[in-house]
């Protein structure tokens, strides 16, 4: 179950666990409380029921008739696993338990210092009514054990996993508008604070002179463009950073990047490292959350500390001054995802997870 299935993060691990587990094994439904956009349109020309439960506030009627039409398709479906993803798992966990549903797990993708204070407290209420609780980076379940106090022993590592036949490397033409450039810093995210991306615009802006053609690439959608769009101009970077939409086209923008650069000053497991990763970028990246288990500085990428514009434009100057460095962490990057973190290996430790728990309560 997740909150909706547009373009996230989470939205996409749950819709890549829905499409590949194994159909002779498991059964998958999705639950959301918004049954639109692209994930939700991938999942429904693979034939995933999609449960619809709109639900804005926990605190309504509207909260009432969901949670009836819940309890109705569990019993409908004999559903014997419930997996809620991050703050969804405020509403379908606790139904789940009442309603008796043998195994009931949440998800952890993400600090819960981002969260307002209600959910946050309503997160640790669910902590102790789940089964287990499956976080995507060592970090996580450290942050869990030591902030939250959940047990070690109810924590489950699932690290993310990418999808290889959509994301590896391939040499093409930069697509418009940076057919021209000799060199293309970029990113891929939803535009939101915690991504830092003023930061990358300051470092960028003291490294655009080596090269008049060099360019940095934003692509995505969120409430921080307008705030992006203003500093671009302080900055004078008007024809050197480029704003594009969140799109479907994600490894085609992906390999279009000589470096790509994630600011964020909160990470777990950051899928776009990932994705990036797989598809040969040089990644230079915060030092935050699971993202040095991701890329081990000077080996897989390089790391920098959140929100140091001067050592990031550090980094970014010698990968400009160093091609032959650029394409060597780019080339072992790519080896490192497609042959330790690719979708298959997700997909089987999350049903070596749920096997696990539903044979622990006589569920199978």
């Not at 797990?105 to 600090?111: A, D, F, H, N």
């Not at 970028?281 to 990428?301: F, H, K, M, Q, Y």
């Not at 100057?317 to 650029?326: A, G, N, P, V, W």
Request: hydrophobic share 45%; net charge neutral.
């Amino acid at each position: 179950m997740v909150r909706e299935l547009n373009l996230g993060g989470i939205e996409r691990d749950v819709t890549k666990i829905a499409l590949n587990i194994d159909r002779l094994r498991f059964e998958p439904h999705v639950a959301s409380y918004s049954a639109h956009g692209l994930r939700h349109e991938e999942l429904r020309r693979a034939d995933v029921p999609v449960l619809h439960l709109p639900l804005k506030s926990l605190m309504s009627k509207a909260a009432v008739i969901a949670a009836r039409h819940f309890w109705s398709y569990i019993r409908k479906h004999e559903i014997r696993l419930v997996h809620a993803y991050d703050p969804i798992a405020t509403f379908a966990v606790p139904l789940a338990h009442i309603f008796h549903v043998p195994v009931v797990l949440s998800s952890q993708l993400g600090s819960r210092i981002l969260l307002d204070g209600r959910t946050h407290l309503q997160l640790r209420w669910t902590d102790r009514m789940v089964d287990a609780v499956v976080v995507n980076c060592e970090a996580m379940r450290s942050h869990l054990v030591d902030d939250e106090n959940v047990p070690c022993s109810r924590i489950e590592l699932c690290y993310n996993g990418v999808d290889t036949r959509d994301f590896f490397p391939l040499q093409e033409p930069k697509p418009e508008p940076i057919s021209g450039a000799s060199l293309v810093i970029g990113t891929i995210c939803v535009l939101r604070p915690e991504k830092a991306l003023g930061v990358l615009q300051e470092a960028f802006a003291r490294i655009r002179h080596l090269h008049p053609t060099m360019k940095l690439l934003i692509v995505g959608s969120g409430p921080e463009l307008p705030r992006l769009q203003e500093n671009s101009r302080r900055l004078g970077l008007d024809n050197s950073c480029i704003f594009l939409p969140a799109t479907q086209q994600v490894a085609k923008f992906l390999r279009a990047m000589d470096v790509f650069v994630s600011c964020s000053s909160s990470e777990a497991f950051s899928n776009s490292i990932l994705e990036a990763m797989a598809c040969g970028c040089c990644v230079v990246a915060s030092r935050v959350g699971g993202t040095p288990e991701l890329i081990e500085d000077e080996d897989r990428g390089l790391l920098f500390a959140a929100g140091n514009a001067d050592e990031l434009a550090q980094k970014l100057l010698r990968l400009f001054q160093d091609s032959t460095l650029r394409k060597k962490l780019g080339a072992r990057a790519a080896e490192f995802a497609a042959n330790k973190l690719n979708i298959e290996i997700a997909v089987q430790r999350t049903m070596e997870i749920y096997e696990t728990l539903l044979y622990r309560k006589k569920a199978l």
